[in-house]
C-alpha cells in the first residue's frame, strides 16, 4: 500500500536503481556529525625584497556565500614587547579557518614573547620560522586549517618570507600566495617576481632562448604589484576584497597600510 | 514478582519475546553534541552613534513545531552588555548559567558601588566577547561543541559601541551590523544599507537605528518560517542596558504575497 | 578565670564538668576585641555597617574592605579576627555557588545562614581545630518576585497548573547572626564586637520589628550607631565602611552594594552632628546641676 502513498518508500519499489536512496548508514557511522572546520575565505600574499619584507592579506570574512565581516585582519605583528605590538619584527599570515588561524597566532606571539622576555632580544625569523613548524606538526592528527606565511629579515638584514602548509610543511621562498585565491596569484607572482616565461627578445629559439635575468624588486615596485594582485583576485574570486592590509617590514620597524578593495 | 531490578519496567518475554538489551549499554565512546534540539532563530545587531541594539524572536522551535513562545533569547550581563543566543537553547541556557556565575565573581570585587572607583563593571562587552571565543573554541577543540551563534553588544575599554559574534566553532568577528542563521541573508544586507562602515553606524541616531531594526524583523517574520512576531529588543548605552522582552511586530502587511508566483497554488 | 589550670580549656571537644566547651568561650573573647558591626532589617532592605580601626596611617583608606558580597544579594560583615572572617566568606561564596548548581536558583538567607550555622559548629566539635574566632552577620533580600531559575528561558503558564500562585508573597530582607559556637538568629537588629551593648542599645530604640523604618533612614542610623558604639574608644581612627541590599524596585535592585560615597558621607555627617548636640545635652544639664 504504502508504494500508492505521496511519501517515497525506503527499499521499496518507487525507484529505479539508479537513484534509490541510501539505506541505513553503515553501523558506527552518523549521518550528521560535527564539522569542526570551515572555510573563512580570503587570501594572504607575502614578497620579499633586499631589505624589506612586504606580507599582505584582504580583510574579508566569509563563510559560504555570506561576508560575516568586512574587516577581520588576516596578517599579524608577532612578538612585540606589549599587546600593542609597537616593537614587534616579524609579521604572521594566516588565512582558511579562522578560528584555528587565530589560535595559532596567539600561540605563536605569545612563544616569541617568552622568548624576548628570557633572552632578552627578540627571535630571530628563521628560529621563529621553525617553531612554527613544530607547533603546526605538534597538531599533525587535528590540524590548524591555516595557511601560514611568516615573514621579516633575516640575520644579514634580507626580507625573508617562509610559507607553511597546515602540518607544518616549510620552505624558505622569494614570494608566496595563500588561501582562496593562491592559484590565481601566484602564477602572476612567478612571472613578475621571479621572471618565469620571461626571455631576452631576439636571444634565440626554443631552449636556446636566454631567460630575463633577475633582479631583485624596489620596495615601490612591489608595493605596486601586491595592489594589482589583488585588484585581480577581487575581481575573480567571491571570497576575496573589501580591504587590502599590507605590512612592510624594513629595518625601521612594521609599517602597516589599509586599502579599500571592491566590496562587491 | 521478579526479583531482578533489570527486568522491571520492560516487556515480558513470553509476551514480546526477548528484550532487546543493545539499547541499555553504556560503554562505547560518549556521546556528545552531534546536532542541535530546540533551537532558537536568527539574533540581529547593529551599532548607532551611542551604542548598540540587539534582537532575537522569542520562539524556541523543536524543529519545525513552534515549540516554546515566550523565550528570552537576549541575556544581560552585569547591566552593562547583552548576550543574544542563535542555536541550541540548552546550550544557551548552560552558557547563561555559566555567564551569571562569572557575574557573580565580578561582584565579588569592588563590592557594589563602583563609580567610586572610577570603573564602572570591570568586565566590558569587548572582554566578554574574547571570553565567549575562548569557550567556544575550547569546546570545538574537545568536539563537544556548544551548538550556538552569540552576538554580544556592550561597549569596550575606550567606552566605544561593541558588537561581534561567535560560533559554534570558535570563530569570532566584528561587524557595524551582524546577524544570525537567516539573518545574515535577510537582515544583513537592510542593516548595511543604513551602516555600512563604522563611520555610517556612528552618524546613525537610537530611534534612526531601532527602526531599521524593527524592519529587519518583520522581514524576518515574512519570510523565516522558523520566526514569531514576539520578539525581545535591547539598546545598550553607557546608561545601561534597556531591555524590552515582549514587543510585537506592528504594521504587517502580507499583500505582498499575492505577488508571488512560482510555487502554491496559483495556475498562471 | 577558674577554668585555668583544670585542663578543660585546652582543647574543643571536652566540656568542663559544669557544661561549659571553653575554647568556644574564649573565641568569643577574640570577636569582643573587634571592630563594632551591625546589621539592620528594616521595611524595605538591610544595611549592614562596620567600625573598621584604622591599625596603621601607611594603609590606604578605603581599602581594604571589611564587607563582603558572597552573591548578588547576599553580605556579610563580621567582628573579630579578619583571616577566620575571610575563610569564612570563602565558604559562604562556595555554599551559595553550590546551592545555584544544584536548585539553578539563589540561595535563601536562610539558608545560608543555617549552613554556615552548621560550618562554624563543626569547629567546636574535633580536637584538631579551633573555633571561629568571628561573629558574622549575614544579611540578604531574597527576591520577592516569582523564585526565578537561573537560565530560565519562559515565564511559564500564567495561571491553572504549573502556573503562578495567586497573591503569594516571595522573599523580602532577612537578617541573621552567627556565633562561634555556630548558634544563629535571625534579629531586626544585630550587634558585634566592642561596641556591640551601646550598639544593641541603639538598636532597640529603633523599633525595628514594626517594620516602620526606611531602608534611607536605616543607613542613617547604622552609620550614627556606629559613631555611638565608636565614642568609648575615642582614641582610636576608624573608617565606617557600609552596604545595603534592597528590593528589585529598590535603589540597589535586589544586589548587595556598597552604600554609594555621597549618602555615606551625609550619613557620616549626620551621626557627627548628632553626637556634638548629644554632648551639648549632656554639657547643659551638668550645668544645671551646677547651678542647683
Same mark, same amino acid.
Given at each position: ?23 541505513? /548508514? ?32 584582504? #580583510? ?28 614587534? #619584527? ?6 582558511? =579557518?579562522? /578560528?584555528?588561524? @587565530? ?42 586549517? /591555516? ?5 621579516? !629579515? ?16 616549510? @620552505? ?15 602564477? =602572476? ?76 | ?67 516554546? #513562545? ?72 574537545? =568536539?563537544?561543541? !556548544? ?7 556592550? &561597549? ?6 561593541? &558588537? ?40 546613525? #541616531? ?47 502587511? *502580507? ?14 | ?23 568556644? @568561650? ?61 575563610? =569564612? ?9 553550590? *546551592? ?64 503562578? /500562585? ?18 544563629? $538568629? ?32 536605616? +543607613? ?23 552596604? $545595603? ?13 556598597? +552604600? ?33
Amino acid at each position: 500500500m504504502a508504494m500508492f502513498s505521496q511519501n517515497p518508500l525506503m527499499n521499496g519499489p518507487n525507484y529505479s536503481f539508479s537513484d534509490a536512496p541510501k539505506t541505513s /548508514a553503515p553501523e558506527g557511522s552518523r549521518e550528521h556529525r560535527f564539522d569542526p572546520y570551515t572555510d573563512n575565505g580570503g587570501s594572504t600574499l607575502a614578497i620579499a625584497g633586499a631589505d624589506f619584507a612586504i606580507m599582505a592579506g584582504d #580583510t574579508r570574512l566569509t563563510s559560504g556565500y555570506s561576508i560575516n565581516s568586512r574587516h577581520h585582519p588576516k596578517v599579524f605583528k608577532i612578538g612585540g614587547t606589549t599587546a600593542d605590538q609597537h616593537d614587534a #619584527t616579524i609579521v604572521l599570515s594566516v588565512v582558511g =579557518f579562522a /578560528a584555528d588561524g @587565530e589560535a595559532l597566532k596567539e600561540r605563536l606571539d605569545s612563544i616569541c614573547k617568552m622568548y624576548r622576555y628570557r633572552h632578552g632580544k627578540p627571535m630571530s625569523v628563521k628560529a621563529c620560522a621553525q617553531r612554527l613548524s613544530t607547533i603546526l606538526y605538534q597538531k599533525r592528527f587535528f590540524p590548524y586549517y /591555516a595557511y601560514a606565511i611568516l615573514g621579516g !629579515l633575516d640575520e644579514a638584514g634580507k626580507g625573508a618570507v617562509y610559507s607553511y602548509d597546515p602540518v607544518g610543511s616549510y @620552505e624558505r621562498e622569494q614570494c608566496r600566495a595563500g588561501g582562496a585565491a593562491a592559484s590565481l596569484i601566484m602564477p =602572476f607572482l612567478d612571472n613578475q617576481v621571479n621572471f618565469k616565461n620571461q626571455y631576452v627578445p631576439g636571444s634565440g629559439e626554443g631552449h636556446a632562448l636566454q631567460e630575463r635575468e633577475r633582479r631583485p624588486l624596489s620596495r615601490n615596485e612591489v608595493e605596486i604589484l601586491v595592489k594589482d594582485a589583488f585588484d585581480g583576485a577581487v575581481e575573480r574570486h567571491i571570497e576575496v576584497g573589501d580591504g587590502l592590509q599590507m605590512m612592510v617590514i624594513t629595518s625601521n620597524g612594521v609599517e602597516e597600510i589599509l586599502l579599500p578593495l571592491k566590496k562587491d | 514478582m521478579d526479583h531482578r531490578p533489570q527486568a522491571w519496567g520492560r516487556p515480558r518475554d513470553d509476551v514480546y519475546g526477548a528484550y532487546d538489551y543493545s539499547y541499555l549499554q553504556s560503554g562505547g565512546p560518549k556521546q556528545m553534541t552531534q546536532s542541535p534540539v530546540v533551537t532558537g532563530t536568527s539574533v540581529i545587531g547593529i551599532k548607532f552613534k551611542d551604542g548598540v541594539i540587539l534582537a532575537a524572536d522569542n520562539l524556541a522551535s523543536y524543529g519545525s513545531l513552534a515549540r516554546f #513562545t515566550d523565550v528570552k533569547r537576549l541575556r544581560v550581563f552585569l547591566g552593562t552588555s547583552v548576550v543574544g543566543f542563535g542555536g541550541d537553547v540548552s546550550d544557551m541556557q548552560y552558557l547563561d548559567r555559566h555567564l551569571n556565575e562569572l557575574a557573580i565573581d565580578e561582584s565579588y570585587e569592588g563590592g557594589g558601588a563602583q563609580e567610586e572607583h572610577g570603573e564602572k563593571g570591570k568586565l566590558n562587552a569587548a572582554n566578554l566577547h574574547t571570553y565567549l571565543h575562548k569557550l567556544m573554541y575550547r569546546r570545538r577543540n574537545d =568536539f563537544d561543541p !556548544l551548538w550556538n551563534q552569540v552576538l554580544v553588544a556592550g &561597549l569596550d575599554a575606550a567606552g566605544k559601541p561593541h &558588537l561581534s559574534s561567535v560560533d559554534l566553532r570558535g570563530t569570532a568577528f566584528t561587524s557595524p551590523s551582524l546577524a544570525t542563521g537567516f539573518g545574515a541573508a535577510l537582515a544583513q544586507p537592510i542593516m548595511r544599507k543604513y551602516a555600512a562602515t563604522e563611520e555610517d553606524a556612528a552618524r546613525l #541616531t537610537r530611534d534612526q537605528a531601532v527602526k531599521v531594526v524593527q524592519d529587519c524583523m518583520k522581514v524576518l517574520y515574512y519570510r523565516d518560517a522558523r520566526s514569531l512576531d514576539k520578539y525581545s529588543i535591547a539598546v545598550v548605552t553607557k546608561d545601561g542596558v534597556e531591555l524590552k522582552e515582549d514587543e510585537q511586530l506592528e504594521k504587517q502587511s *502580507w499583500a505582498f504575497a499575492e505577488q508571488i508566483r512560482g510555487y502554491g497554488t496559483q495556475t498562471v | 578565670m577558674t577554668s585555668i589550670g583544670t585542663g578543660y580549656d585546652l582543647a574543643n571537644s571536652i566540656f568542663s564538668p559544669d557544661g561549659r566547651n571553653f575554647q568556644v @568561650e574564649y573565641a568569643v573573647k577574640a570577636v569582643e576585641n573587634g571592630g563594632t558591626s551591625i546589621g539592620i532589617r528594616c521595611k524595605d532592605g538591610v544595611v549592614l555597617a562596620v567600625e573598621k580601626v584604622v591599625t596603621s596611617k601607611l594603609l590606604k583608606q578605603g581599602a581594604n574592605k571589611r564587607i563582603a558580597t558572597v552573591d548578588r544579594h547576599l553580605g556579610v560583615v563580621y567582628s573579630g579576627m579578619i583571616p577566620d572572617g575571610r575563610h =569564612f566568606i570563602d565558604r559562604a561564596r562556595d555554599e551559595s555557588r553550590s *546551592w545555584r548548581d544544584t536548585f539553578k536558583t539563589p540561595i535563601p538567607t536562610a539558608d545560608l545562614a543555617s549552613r554556615m550555622g552548621g560550618y562554624m559548629q563543626a569547629y567546636t566539635l574535633y580536637q584538631s581545630v579551633r573555633p571561629f574566632g568571628i561573629t558574622a552577620i549575614v544579611g540578604g533580600f531574597d527576591s520577592e518576585l516569582e523564585a526565578a531559575v537561573d537560565g530560565v528561558v519562559g515565564s511559564g503558564p500564567s495561571v491553572g497548573a504549573g502556573g503562578k /500562585a495567586a497573591g503569594k508573597k516571595y522573599g523580602g530582607p532577612f537578617l541573621y547572626m552567627i556565633e562561634p559556637s555556630g548558634l544563629y $538568629w535571625g534579629y531586626y537588629g544585630a550587634a558585634t564586637g566592642k561596641g556591640r551593648q551601646a550598639a544593641k542599645a541603639e538598636l532597640e530604640k529603633l523599633d525595628l520589628g514594626s517594620g516602620a523604618l526606611s531602608l534611607l533612614d536605616a +543607613v542613617k542610623e547604622a552609620a550614627r550607631i556606629i559613631y555611638v558604639a565608636h565614642d568609648d574608644n575615642k582614641d582610636k581612627e576608624f573608617e565606617l565602611e557600609m552596604s $545595603w541590599i534592597s528590593g528589585a524596585d529598590g535603589p540597589t535592585k535586589g544586589l548587595h552594594q556598597e +552604600v554609594p560615597k555621597a549618602l555615606r558621607e551625609e550619613a557620616e555627617r549626620l551621626a557627627k552632628k548628632s553626637l556634638e548636640d548629644e554632648d551639648d545635652d549632656d554639657e547643659k544639664k551638668e550645668d544645671d546641676k551646677m547651678q542647683e
